[in-house]
């Protein structure tokens, strides 16, 4: 087969507005209506993962960025939870009152949090007023005081008989500031220590041994006394727990038959009794203080012990629950307990945990940003502890890594029952996979988000209806069909394809906003499709300020790239490169020199370091197929040398092969190579011409390059075959071709370019004497060959009108 | 404490405070009384002159409320132990004066408990004394809650004692009790207050020697 020359119709298939509706009305409640459009594969996949219930099988949505894959999963589970509802709880943490450490978590149906945190607030205020009035009643002051009468009477009367015994012994016993003492009795009063040493000894003698027995019998005395004073505390608590118990038995059994259904609450409301009755004393004390006004260990009898701390309010929002984490972090999943500070300390308790994402979305779903999760510090393994445990567990990250010793609150785990939906690139999905061998036990449902979807006027109706829609909902101005017709052929230029439309919807709606922000500019009541243009164009030329230099290069001749004429060996390739979303083409000489060797094809850029190892592999492929197709009864007798001049960075990608075969082989041959064409594609080693990507830029590069200098008929570039598909031209370069100013040709071996190219037959591989590009090859191989094994010699000789010419010896002139 | 000139005889309320223990509770009532009546109130710390002499013999020994043991007793300790108790109880006794907005001072003197009490006498007609001068071992301050709500009035026929229910009917007032009069014997009868609940207890004077004064087990106010 030969080349063949593409007609206008296979340089763009353009979306016809008239395919689609003319009034585009806007989406239902179809799929598109959530900003998807085909994708069937993924919402699949979504689907099933939302649907699922088996632990395990949460979900990775992977594709590109603005593909509608957060769309596309709000959208399946909207769908799911319709068909499905939701089972979500109110969670709370509550004091636990014989491990304050240790909040205990408890689940309430939803809604009935908020109410369990009234009642016990309201129970707290009631216990307050009942407990104050029993403890202000005549009944208990009474009460106290006969207890109080009846040890202060047995105390008294025990040291009453101490003092009658001192009395006895003519002793005196005095009070003093540093304590009891005994002293001898004179008269009435205490013997002066004059008196005293004038005493006989004896009498000296027995004085100080009735001191010692009324002493020992004091400190007995006394001993007793302190255990009579504490029988008598004992003695008051426990009339202080009998007139709690009335006040609180009501109260507590009233709320207890109030969540009879719950046996944690029942179970806690228990506790609260028992610890009321414990601690009656601190309801008489602080009456002035409301409840949870005061932070945690502000007050020395804080009442917030008894507070609810409703962590999840699953009632307070009706809707579908799920939760997009914008900032996932460690603590903003799993929750945390606040600290507050006081005179210099730390203080927390349990009504400072706060509940996190997981919490949030318990019962329901979350969205996470897989790769904000995984930038995030000890989230990603925060968040596979949860999912492995079925649970959420609150530990302090200062815990974890010891930096604080002191003790910290371990709030009771909640279970957890959510499904997470992580949503990210394919890189991200993949460096996990890879990575963590946890991860696929755990998101074992990977959703994969194409970057485009077949062309076909469903696909391009529904990707214009969302367009609309979106349009709609920002109030902006409606846009015509052909204004969507022109964003839709944008969208298939981005895919890169003619036969596949982006899937990137929110690229297109950047534009189209532009677009209509260009239209409202100009008063206009619609987007038209000057307008979508425009964009498109400003949006290029935003990013065209190294494209702009490189081409006033080449005009210049700064940058040689030649537009006409011939050359042996050099060819002109086409690369291209990307700045921004916005992809640039542009041609690049390649030049090829051969001589005498061993069969050696030098790549510059290779020994250079400059070349990717796509381009490396492009170049080793060329050279086995040059030694298979032309030396295979004779050695390989040439050394040549490749190279893309004025490229100063890495070139990487194999699409300039096609072009350094045919310079390489323009150079063996001595053929020279016609200038007006540019080549891409890559070979493999049989020789045909194989697909490249960014076609539609290559072309248009070399367009805009040939357009500059004027265009001459002549000019055009070579592709392959299998790239025809990929075209979508802009009008211009389509106009060009249809005007027969410009050709692109498609071509689907190295021996259709090479006739293009060099506008000399191919001929047959082997046979020297023709005057074809192979019959040259040929010749020139066996020349080289014949002269490695030192069979001829060359010489130059001057010929009259040719210069030095270069003969075998024996034909030499 | 609030300072400037001492109020005039008829204006002071005398308050005798013994130790530190009961100290709170007899300031507590005087404070109210003072601040009912309108007066100032004269603290009086007694530093218990027998106790010194106590101190003083070879062989004493004290035992704190809180310890173990019998430990030897010096006078200088003692000594000691009376300047501290003073600085504690003028601090206490200028807080609570600055709280209730009352002028009040306290003075130091040295000797025998009752026999000061009665030696008031001659500068101030009203000497309010705690229970604990008669109480071997001081009590624990009763909470208010369980404080008896009564002020009983022990009267006779005399003047002082029509002077004793009046001021008892304003002591009531004060302290939010209510009063219950009791008859005293005549001529050098005494009564018996055994197991009687009562907050304040209020006696003529002239009826009180030291050794009853000693005897009484209530917070006592003395009239005239």
Redesign the interface.
């Given at each position: 087969m030969s080349a063949r020359q593409l007609s206008r119709a296979d340089l763009a298939r353009r979306c016809d507005p008239a395919t689609l509706d003319p009034d585009l009305p806007l989406a239902d409640e179809s799929a598109s209506a959530a900003g998807i459009v085909g994708q069937e594969r993924a919402r699949a996949a979504v689907e099933f993962g939302i649907a699922t219930s088996h632990p395990g099988f949460h979900l990775f949505v992977m594709g590109p960025a603005g593909s509608g894959r957060r769309s596309l999963t709000r959208h399946v589970i909207g769908q799911h939870m319709a068909r499905n509802g939701a089972h979500r709880q109110d969670w709370v943490y509550v004091h636990r009152f014989d491990r304050p450490h240790q909040p205990v978590a408890l689940a309430l149906p939803m809604g009935r949090g908020q109410r369990f945190r009234a009642d016990m607030r309201e129970l707290v205020h009631d216990l307050r007023t009942l407990i104050q009035a029993a403890?202000?009643s005549e009944e208990?002051?009474t009460q106290?005081?006969q207890i109080?009468?009846e040890f202060?009477e047995r105390?008294?009367a025990a040291?009453?008989e101490?003092?009658q015994e001192a009395q006895r012994r003519d002793l005196?016993?005095?009070?003093?500031?540093?304590?009891?003492?005994?002293?001898?009795r004179e008269n009435g009063?205490?013997?002066?220590?004059e008196r005293?040493?004038a005493l006989p000894e004896e009498r000296r003698n027995e004085i100080?041994k009735a001191?010692s027995e009324v002493?020992e019998r004091?400190?007995r005395t006394?001993r007793a006394?302190m255990r009579m004073r504490k029988e008598h505390a004992d003695r008051v608590r426990e009339l202080d727990r009998s007139m709690t118990l009335m006040a609180v038995e009501h109260a507590v059994d009233d709320l207890k038959h109030r969540y009879a259904d719950l046996p944690e609450v029942v179970h806690y409301l228990d506790a609260v009794r028992a610890d009321v009755i414990e601690n009656a004393r601190d309801f008489?004390t602080h009456e002035e203080a409301e409840e949870g006004s005061a932070p945690p260990g502000e007050s020395p009898v804080d009442l917030g012990r008894y507070e609810v701390n409703l962590v999840v309010d699953a009632g307070a929002d009706a809707t579908t629950p799920i939760i997009e984490a914008d900032h996932p972090t460690y603590q903003n999943l799993v929750g945390r307990v606040d600290h507050v500070a006081r005179f210099g300390a730390l203080l927390t308790d349990f009504r400072l945990i706060k509940g996190g994402l997981l919490h949030r979305a318990n019962g329901g779903y979350l969205l996470v940003d897989a790769l904000k999760l995984v930038q995030e510090p000890y989230a990603w393994p925060a968040l596979k502890r949860a999912l492995q445990k079925r649970e959420i567990r609150i530990e302090s990250m200062a815990e974890m890594f010891s930096i604080v010793s002191t003790v910290q609150l371990e709030p009771d785990p909640i279970p957890l029952d959510a499904k997470v939906v992580l949503i990210g690139e394919r890189w991200v999905c993949s460096l996990l996979q890879a990575h963590d061998p946890e991860f696929d036990e755990l998101f074992r449902v990977v959703a994969d988000v194409g970057d485009d979807m077949p062309r076909a006027r469903h696909t391009e109706q529904g990707l214009a209806r969302v367009l609309a829609t979106h349009l709609a909902e920002r109030q902006a101005l409606p846009a015509g069909a052909p204004a969507l017709a022109c964003l839709l052929d944008h969208g298939v230029r981005l895919a890169g394809d003619s036969t596949r439309i982006t899937a990137q919807v929110r690229r297109l709606l950047d534009v189209l906003l532009e677009a209509e922000h260009l239209a409202r500019q100009r008063g206009a009541q619609r987007i038209e499709a000057a307008d979508v243009q425009a964009a498109i164009s400003a949006s290029r030329e935003r990013a065209a300020r190294v494209h702009e230099r490189e081409r006033d290069a080449v005009q210049r001749h700064i940058l040689m790239i030649a537009t006409s004429g011939e050359r042996v060996g050099q060819v002109n390739g086409l690369s291209v490169y990307q700045v921004g979303n916005e992809a640039f083409g542009t041609a690049t000489r390649i030049t090829a020199t051969s001589r005498i060797g061993d069969g050696q094809v030098i790549d510059i850029q290779r020994e250079t370091h400059l070349g990717g190892p796509l381009h490396t592999r492009g170049v080793l492929i060329l050279t086995s197929y040059l030694a298979a197709r032309y030396s295979r009864l004779q050695p390989h007798a040439i050394v040549a040398s490749l190279v893309l001049e004025q490229t100063y960075g890495l070139v990487e990608g194999d699409s300039a092969s096609l072009g350094e075969l045919v310079a390489l082989l323009s150079s063996i041959a001595d053929v020279p190579v016609r200038q007006c064409h540019a080549v891409t594609g890559s070979v493999n080693q049989l020789g045909d011409v194989q697909a490249i990507g960014g076609v539609n830029e290559k072309i248009e590069g070399f367009f805009d390059i040939c357009a500059a200098r004027g265009l001459d008929g002549r000019q055009g570039v070579l592709i392959p075959q299998a790239n025809v598909e990929h075209l979508m031209l802009r009008e211009d370069v389509v106009e060009a071709v249809a005007a027969g100013r410009f050709h692109v040709h498609a071509v689907e071996t190295v021996d259709d370019a090479v006739e293009v190219m060099t506008g000399m037959p191919l001929g047959v591989v082997g046979t020297a004497g023709s005057d074809t590009v192979n019959g040259r090859i040929t010749r020139r191989l066996r020349e080289y060959a014949r002269l490695r094994r030192g069979e001829i010699r060359m010489m130059r000789r001057r010929v009259p009108g040719h210069g030095r010419v270069l003969f075998d010896e024996g034909d030499a002139p | 404490m609030t300072s400037g000139m001492p109020p005039a005889v008829s204006a002071q309320l005398q308050a005798l405070l013994?130790?530190?223990a009961t100290a709170p509770h007899v300031l507590e009532i005087s404070t109210a009384l003072a601040r009912h009546l309108r007066r100032a109130l004269d603290v009086v710390y007694v530093e218990?002159a027998?106790?010194l002499?106590?101190?003083?013999?070879?062989?004493?020994?004290?035992?704190?409320?809180s310890?173990a043991?019998?430990?030897p007793?010096a006078t200088p300790?003692?000594e000691r132990?009376?300047r501290?108790?003073a600085t504690r109880l003028r601090e206490m006794t200028g807080r609570i004066a600055l709280q209730a907005s009352i002028q009040a001072r306290l003075r130091v003197v040295r000797g025998v408990p009752a026999v000061v009490a009665l030696e008031l006498g001659t500068a101030g007609d009203l000497t309010l004394v705690g229970s604990?001068l008669a109480?071997?071992?001081?009590?624990p301050a009763?909470s208010p809650?369980?404080s008896?709500?009564v002020v009983v009035a022990a009267v006779d026929d005399s003047p002082a004692g029509a002077r004793t229910l009046a001021v008892a009917q304003d002591a009531a007032q004060a302290l939010g009790c209510h009063l219950e009069t009791v008859t005293l014997p005549p001529d050098s009868g005494w009564l018996t207050l055994e197991?009687q609940?009562c907050r304040l207890l209020v006696l003529p004077r002239p009826r009180v020697d030291a050794a009853r004064l000693a005897g009484l087990?209530h917070d006592t106010l003395l009239v005239g």
């Amino acid at each position: 087969m030969s080349a063949r020359q593409l007609s206008r119709a296979d340089l763009a298939r353009r979306c016809d507005p008239a395919t689609l509706d003319p009034d585009l009305p806007l989406a239902d409640e179809s799929a598109s209506a959530a900003g998807i459009v085909g994708q069937e594969r993924a919402r699949a996949a979504v689907e099933f993962g939302i649907a699922t219930s088996h632990p395990g099988f949460h979900l990775f949505v992977m594709g590109p960025a603005g593909s509608g894959r957060r769309s596309l999963t709000r959208h399946v589970i909207g769908q799911h939870m319709a068909r499905n509802g939701a089972h979500r709880q109110d969670w709370v943490y509550v004091h636990r009152f014989d491990r304050p450490h240790q909040p205990v978590a408890l689940a309430l149906p939803m809604g009935r949090g908020q109410r369990f945190r009234a009642d016990m607030r309201e129970l707290v205020h009631d216990l307050r007023t009942l407990i104050q009035a029993a403890f202000e009643s005549e009944e208990y002051a009474t009460q106290v005081e006969q207890i109080a009468g009846e040890f202060k009477e047995r105390a008294d009367a025990a040291l009453t008989e101490v003092a009658q015994e001192a009395q006895r012994r003519d002793l005196a016993m005095i009070r003093t500031p540093m304590g009891l003492t005994l002293a001898p009795r004179e008269n009435g009063e205490v013997m002066t220590p004059e008196r005293f040493q004038a005493l006989p000894e004896e009498r000296r003698n027995e004085i100080q041994k009735a001191v010692s027995e009324v002493q020992e019998r004091l400190l007995r005395t006394l001993r007793a006394n302190m255990r009579m004073r504490k029988e008598h505390a004992d003695r008051v608590r426990e009339l202080d727990r009998s007139m709690t118990l009335m006040a609180v038995e009501h109260a507590v059994d009233d709320l207890k038959h109030r969540y009879a259904d719950l046996p944690e609450v029942v179970h806690y409301l228990d506790a609260v009794r028992a610890d009321v009755i414990e601690n009656a004393r601190d309801f008489r004390t602080h009456e002035e203080a409301e409840e949870g006004s005061a932070p945690p260990g502000e007050s020395p009898v804080d009442l917030g012990r008894y507070e609810v701390n409703l962590v999840v309010d699953a009632g307070a929002d009706a809707t579908t629950p799920i939760i997009e984490a914008d900032h996932p972090t460690y603590q903003n999943l799993v929750g945390r307990v606040d600290h507050v500070a006081r005179f210099g300390a730390l203080l927390t308790d349990f009504r400072l945990i706060k509940g996190g994402l997981l919490h949030r979305a318990n019962g329901g779903y979350l969205l996470v940003d897989a790769l904000k999760l995984v930038q995030e510090p000890y989230a990603w393994p925060a968040l596979k502890r949860a999912l492995q445990k079925r649970e959420i567990r609150i530990e302090s990250m200062a815990e974890m890594f010891s930096i604080v010793s002191t003790v910290q609150l371990e709030p009771d785990p909640i279970p957890l029952d959510a499904k997470v939906v992580l949503i990210g690139e394919r890189w991200v999905c993949s460096l996990l996979q890879a990575h963590d061998p946890e991860f696929d036990e755990l998101f074992r449902v990977v959703a994969d988000v194409g970057d485009d979807m077949p062309r076909a006027r469903h696909t391009e109706q529904g990707l214009a209806r969302v367009l609309a829609t979106h349009l709609a909902e920002r109030q902006a101005l409606p846009a015509g069909a052909p204004a969507l017709a022109c964003l839709l052929d944008h969208g298939v230029r981005l895919a890169g394809d003619s036969t596949r439309i982006t899937a990137q919807v929110r690229r297109l709606l950047d534009v189209l906003l532009e677009a209509e922000h260009l239209a409202r500019q100009r008063g206009a009541q619609r987007i038209e499709a000057a307008d979508v243009q425009a964009a498109i164009s400003a949006s290029r030329e935003r990013a065209a300020r190294v494209h702009e230099r490189e081409r006033d290069a080449v005009q210049r001749h700064i940058l040689m790239i030649a537009t006409s004429g011939e050359r042996v060996g050099q060819v002109n390739g086409l690369s291209v490169y990307q700045v921004g979303n916005e992809a640039f083409g542009t041609a690049t000489r390649i030049t090829a020199t051969s001589r005498i060797g061993d069969g050696q094809v030098i790549d510059i850029q290779r020994e250079t370091h400059l070349g990717g190892p796509l381009h490396t592999r492009g170049v080793l492929i060329l050279t086995s197929y040059l030694a298979a197709r032309y030396s295979r009864l004779q050695p390989h007798a040439i050394v040549a040398s490749l190279v893309l001049e004025q490229t100063y960075g890495l070139v990487e990608g194999d699409s300039a092969s096609l072009g350094e075969l045919v310079a390489l082989l323009s150079s063996i041959a001595d053929v020279p190579v016609r200038q007006c064409h540019a080549v891409t594609g890559s070979v493999n080693q049989l020789g045909d011409v194989q697909a490249i990507g960014g076609v539609n830029e290559k072309i248009e590069g070399f367009f805009d390059i040939c357009a500059a200098r004027g265009l001459d008929g002549r000019q055009g570039v070579l592709i392959p075959q299998a790239n025809v598909e990929h075209l979508m031209l802009r009008e211009d370069v389509v106009e060009a071709v249809a005007a027969g100013r410009f050709h692109v040709h498609a071509v689907e071996t190295v021996d259709d370019a090479v006739e293009v190219m060099t506008g000399m037959p191919l001929g047959v591989v082997g046979t020297a004497g023709s005057d074809t590009v192979n019959g040259r090859i040929t010749r020139r191989l066996r020349e080289y060959a014949r002269l490695r094994r030192g069979e001829i010699r060359m010489m130059r000789r001057r010929v009259p009108g040719h210069g030095r010419v270069l003969f075998d010896e024996g034909d030499a002139p | 404490m609030t300072s400037g000139m001492p109020p005039a005889v008829s204006a002071q309320l005398q308050a005798l405070l013994v130790d530190a223990a009961t100290a709170p509770h007899v300031l507590e009532i005087s404070t109210a009384l003072a601040r009912h009546l309108r007066r100032a109130l004269d603290v009086v710390y007694v530093e218990n002159a027998q106790a010194l002499r106590a101190a003083a013999l070879p062989f004493a020994q004290v035992l704190a409320s809180s310890a173990a043991r019998w430990a030897p007793l010096a006078t200088p300790d003692l000594e000691r132990a009376f300047r501290v108790q003073a600085t504690r109880l003028r601090e206490m006794t200028g807080r609570i004066a600055l709280q209730a907005s009352i002028q009040a001072r306290l003075r130091v003197v040295r000797g025998v408990p009752a026999v000061v009490a009665l030696e008031l006498g001659t500068a101030g007609d009203l000497t309010l004394v705690g229970s604990g001068l008669a109480s071997a071992v001081a009590d624990p301050a009763p909470s208010p809650a369980i404080s008896s709500r009564v002020v009983v009035a022990a009267v006779d026929d005399s003047p002082a004692g029509a002077r004793t229910l009046a001021v008892a009917q304003d002591a009531a007032q004060a302290l939010g009790c209510h009063l219950e009069t009791v008859t005293l014997p005549p001529d050098s009868g005494w009564l018996t207050l055994e197991g009687q609940a009562c907050r304040l207890l209020v006696l003529p004077r002239p009826r009180v020697d030291a050794a009853r004064l000693a005897g009484l087990r209530h917070d006592t106010l003395l009239v005239g």
